[in-house]
């Protein structure tokens, strides 16, 4: 069924939602400073952070800084240390620490020109909209990822990046909501339409709303039946040592997600090292594989379904002490969460995990004989050349070598299916990032994780994806629907 939105009226009700909502943080600066330094700053300080953070960033560096002479006293180190832990903080003092000469150079006031603010260091096209239409009220319409997603959903616009959305929209969005959309849809977005599981069970628009490429949220306690079918969401996420997540906000970051099952590799710790609050999520049960070795290795997995059966590793003394397999079996399909092993530095490692990889390939085939399997897990591989971002420079290396990518070929063929391909061909999506040299900044990354099933489960594939904005480790999670 097509259903034609009727702006006025859902901005309408939305504007009157949204009201007992938080306000983005860059509103509230404006409407506390009603100073375009401090929302051009606040605004290049929220670009991929939460608004906690930028709120307390902002705070500490405008007591130091209120404004730009103030400013261009700070040295980029001290910046760095005001902001921090704003995403990509040093790229942002560097931006910030430029500024006072660049705004300097376009006679010592900050432009109230969208094409102007452009001029600036680390000022996009969204920062100076926003900048434009929050500090100066001037019109213009700022497109966060947040409007941009939503107006898809409803199908007022058909785009597929923020600037195509921000130019249909000049094109039809009646002016008197150039100035509140941003607002109104950054509230909405955070607070009930989710980029991940939206709350569409309590959602004010819901009659209106087409709910176009949206998988809703389950509310708890909904069971899955014939007659509501709906895919299973299953994440993946090498977490690279759970209790440094944990401290990141990790249990809140699950009900966030809202998985209905949720496997984790990288977890580094005993099973008597684990908190409360960690092994007991509320509406999951955990179940935790973890190595001999202190501090090494580990797999877990959260369910809302109550498995059927658990089996700890793979029945092979070789590789069971290094807690890499954990298996849940479900009614009608097994779980494997799977930590392949890295061929390591000089690859030192490369045949242990050769033998590992046949090993698992054997088990999880004959699992496949039963039912349907689903093999998740950082696979420790980039497959093809469009999985990473250097290939030539890394064909000898961990992770890259001819054995390791000819073992995953060897892998689909004996029948199974690497799903996020199922949907997308394209090179540039990662799962992981090197700590080092500003990689995932700079998104020089490889895909490594996935969720592959067997080939006659195919079609039980609904979607594949990577969430790639979700941070805490260096890994962001990968998504399985699963029907
Ligand atoms: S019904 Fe769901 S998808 Fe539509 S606007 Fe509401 S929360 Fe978003």
Partial sequence: MKMKIDIDLILAILAKEVAGYKVPVVDLIAAQSNDPFQVLVATILSARTKDETTAGAAARLFKKAPDLQSLAGLSEEEIARLIYPVGFYRNKAGYLARLPEAVAAMGGVIPDEVETLTKLPGVGRKTANLVVSVAFHKPAICVDTHVHRIMNIWGYVQTKTPLETEMALRGKLPDKHWLTVNSILVAFGQGTCRPVSPHCDRCVIQQYCPQIGVTP????????????????KLLCWNVNGIRAVEKKGFTELVKDLDPDILAIQETKLQEDQLSDGLKNIEGYQSFWHCAVRKGYSGVAVYSRIPPVNVVYGINDPAFDNEGRVLTLEFADFFLINCYFPNAAEGLKRLDYKLAFNRSLLEYARGLAAEKSVVLCGDYNVAHQE???????????????TPEERSWMDAFLAAGFVDTFRMFNNESGHYTWWSYRFNARSKD?????????????????????AILKDVMGSDHCPVQLDFL
């Avoid at 909904?222 to 007659?227: D, G, I």
């Avoid at 490594?448 to 609904?462: L, N």
């Fill in 217 to 232: 949220r389950r509310v708890p306690g909904e069971r899955r039946t014939a007659a509501m079918e709906r895919p299973l």
């Fill in 386 to 400: 469009i999985d990473l971002k250097n290939p030539k420079s890394n064909e000898k290396n961990a992770g890259f």
């Fill in 444 to 464: 020089i990354g490889w895909r490594i994780d996935y969720f592959c099933v067997d080939e006659k489960s195919r079609h039980r594939v609904q979607g594949a």
